[in-house]
T-cell receptor, first 111, second 116 residues
Framework: DVKVTQSSRYLVKRTGEKVFLECVQDMDHENMFWYRQDPGLGLRLIYFSYDVKMKEKGDIPEGYSVSREKKERFSLILESASTNQTSMYLC??????????FGPGTRLTVT | AQKVTQAQTEISVVEKEDVTLDCVYETRDTTYYLFWYKQPPSGELVFLIRRNSFDEQNEISGRYSWNFQKSTSSFNFTITASQVVDSAVYFCALSELNTGGFKTIFGAGTRLFVKA
């Protein structure tokens, strides 16, 4: 079974803090993704990576950056957290353009 | 441009009723994949099915069935004899193989409530 894990289920941070969200997958998938999910807006792609050290902007990259130093790990970084980044963050991985496997999500609250 | 529309925002049914979740997609690509995912209250999206654009055969898996019709650009999902455990948000999604790169477009989701 594919397993995607995320470092935290719930996280509370203060405005202006630097926030790291970590994601690890164990299926040797080359593609990894970060989404945020907000009520009424569905899933929105923040960034994705198709190989180590490679990254592509998604639909809403502003205010975020990513890092992929190893194939199994994809990190999302909020350089200076703001209240409008309060959301559910979902990480996923896939082989080629096949189905994505999702982690349990991190519910981030920025106060 | 690629687009996935799930017109039903919320559906409420009583246990044992059949329910169909609609999905309509738009694509200019001739080669693509369609998917359905389930997101139960626990929050983790779970992959249910993948269909490629060359395979219009309907699929049945237990109480779940999927109807793919290229002529109407639809990929509908039916749950037969619904159960309370089917309560979740269901997402339809599209990946274009030739022009979409690695991106998958998700519909807005349909929230299904199954009442006992």
């Amino acid at each position: 079974d594919v397993k995607v894990t995320q470092s935290s289920r719930y996280l509370v941070k203060r405005t202006g803090e630097k926030v790291f969200l970590e994601c690890v997958q164990d299926m040797d998938h080359e593609n990894m993704f970060w989404y945020r999910q907000d009520p009424g807006l569905g899933l929105r792609l923040i960034y994705f990576s198709y190989d180590v050290k490679m990254k592509e902007k998604g639909d809403i990259p502003e205010g975020y950056s990513v890092s992929r130093e190893k194939k199994e790990r994809f990190s999302l970084i909020l350089e200076s957290a703001s209240t409008n980044q309060t959301s559910m963050y979902l990480c996923a991985s896939s082989f080629q353009t096949y189905e994505q496997y999702f982690g349990p999500g991190t519910r981030l609250t920025v106060t | 441009a690629q687009k996935v529309t799930q017109a039903q925002t919320e559906i409420s049914v009583v246990e044992k009723e059949d329910v169909t979740l609609d999905c309509v997609y738009e694509t200019r690509d001739t080669t693509y994949y369609l998917f359905w995912y389930k997101q139960p209250p626990s929050g983790e999206l779970v992959f249910l099915i993948r269909r490629n654009s060359f395979d219009e055969q309907n699929e049945i898996s237990g109480r779940y069935s999927w109807n793919f019709q290229k002529s109407t650009s639809s990929f509908n999902f039916t749950i037969t004899a619904s159960q309370v455990v089917d309560s979740a948000v269901y997402f339809c999604a599209l990946s274009e193989l030739n022009t979409g790169g690695f991106k998958t477009i998700f519909g807005a989701g349909t929230r299904l409530f199954v009442k006992a």
